[in-house]
């Protein structure tokens, strides 16, 4: 069974700090994992999109990385700002779909920019 | 275009009571998707639709969930008997055609409360 889990689970950072979140998961055997933003209230965005076969990709001040052997997945933000707050949320998308489905959620960062 | 719509946004319902939470996908999107986000949990996978068919429905928690979609469209997720362990968030999402890898669009939810 795929399990992905989110460290930290909640992170507060002065504005201007740039800053990681951190992704694992334990089966290998993903077809791509995707980095999401969910605002109270509201549903769940893409940010990054990474296949199986990339390294990592960028979007403005977010750059995403997999390393796809050792079960991990990073998301970097530079030069955080306070409308970055939301919880991230990261997924892997398996290559078929099963009983959890096919898309696997961690629990989510709940990050806070502070101004 | 529109993006994915569900109602109510808001449902406050007593112990025992039935329950439908609808889900209008994007027009011509094939898949659709209902997931679970109790509080402290991540996303948890219901039912996938493809068309108007469930190839499975084994995430579905219990008998007393059920869910269906007509003309390839709206969905309906009905909740018999509701427990308070059925307060959730309860999250829809389509994309153009199916698992795996396609990009799922996610609605702003229903927050479920069971008194």
């Known amino acids: 069974k795929q399990e992905v889990t989110q460290i930290p689970a909640a992170l507060s950072v002065p504005e201007g700090e740039n800053l990681v979140l951190n992704c694992s998961f334990t089966d290998s055997a993903i077809y791509n994992l995707q980095w999401f933003r969910q605002d109270p209230g509201k549903g769940l965005t893409s940010l990054l999109l990474?296949?199986?076969?990339?390294r990592e990709q960028t979007s403005g001040r977010l750059n995403a990385s997999l390393d796809k052997s050792s079960g991990r997945s990073t998301l970097y933000i530079a030069a955080s700002q306070p409308g970055d707050s939301a919880t991230y949320l990261c997924a892997v998308s398996l290559t078929s779909l099963g009983s959890q489905g096919n898309l696997i959620f961690g629990k989510g960062t709940k990050l806070s920019v502070k101004p | 275009g529109a993006g994915v719509s569900q109602s109510p946004s808001n449902k406050v319902t007593e112990k025992g009571k039935d329950v439908e939470l609808r889900c209008d996908p994007i027009?011509?999107?094939?898949?659709l998707y209902w997931y679970r986000q109790s509080l402290g949990q991540g996303l948890e996978f219901l039912i996938y639709?493809?068309?108007?068919?469930?190839?499975?429905k084994s995430g579905l928690p219990s008998d007393r969930f059920s869910a269906e979609r007509t003309g390839g469209s709206v969905s309906t997720l009905t909740i018999q008997r509701t427990q308070q362990e059925d307060s959730a968030v309860y999250l829809c999402a389509s994309s153009l055609a199916g698992p795996p890898g396609d990009t799922q669009y996610f609605g702003p939810g229903t927050r479920l409360t069971v008194l």
């Open positions: 990474i296949q199986s076969s990339q």
């Open positions: 639709f493809q068309g108007n068919s469930a190839p499975d």
């Open positions: 027009s011509g999107h094939t898949a």
